[in-house]
């Protein structure tokens, strides 16, 4: 299984980018699909997941209300349409995706599968 990246880049503080992850490779059944990010010096963190059966959502309080997390099942995509970035926002975003229940949507512990990441950039 793959995940592959796309959309990050260099922005402005105040305005939007929306980071894509498709899946593909063998027959893939996602229970559920996340984002994470790492700033350097940081730990990775959680910022957005979503369950693929139900769709229900989950966001990090620092980015909630800002970012919105989506997908699209006939394309096995997420999608991560974050608005009103901020400086700190600036990090490397990785995609994950787990092929089983677990238990915390949040836990980085919990995906198995990871993309390669994509830089975002906010500028002040």
């Known amino acids: 299984v793959q995940l592959v990246e796309s959309g990050g880049g260099l922005v402005q503080a105040g305005g939007s980018l929306r980071l894509s992850c498709a899946a593909s490779g063998r027959t893939f059944s996602s229970y559920a699909m996340g984002w994470f990010r790492q700033a350097p010096g940081k730990e990775r963190e959680f910022v957005a997941a979503?369950?693929?059966?139900?769709?229900?959502?989950y966001y990090a309080d620092s980015v909630k209300g800002r970012f919105t997390i989506s997908r699209d099942n006939a394309k096995n995509t997420v999608y991560l349409q974050m608005n009103s970035l901020k400086p700190e926002d600036t990090a490397v975003y990785y995609c994950?995706?787990?092929?089983?229940?677990?238990?915390?949507?949040?836990?980085?512990?919990?995906?198995?599968?990871w993309g390669q990441g994509t830089q975002v950039t906010v500028s002040s």
């Open positions: 994950a995706a787990r092929d089983y229940s677990g238990r915390s949507v949040s836990s980085r512990y919990e995906y198995n599968y």
């Open positions: 979503i369950r693929w059966s139900s769709g229900s959502t």
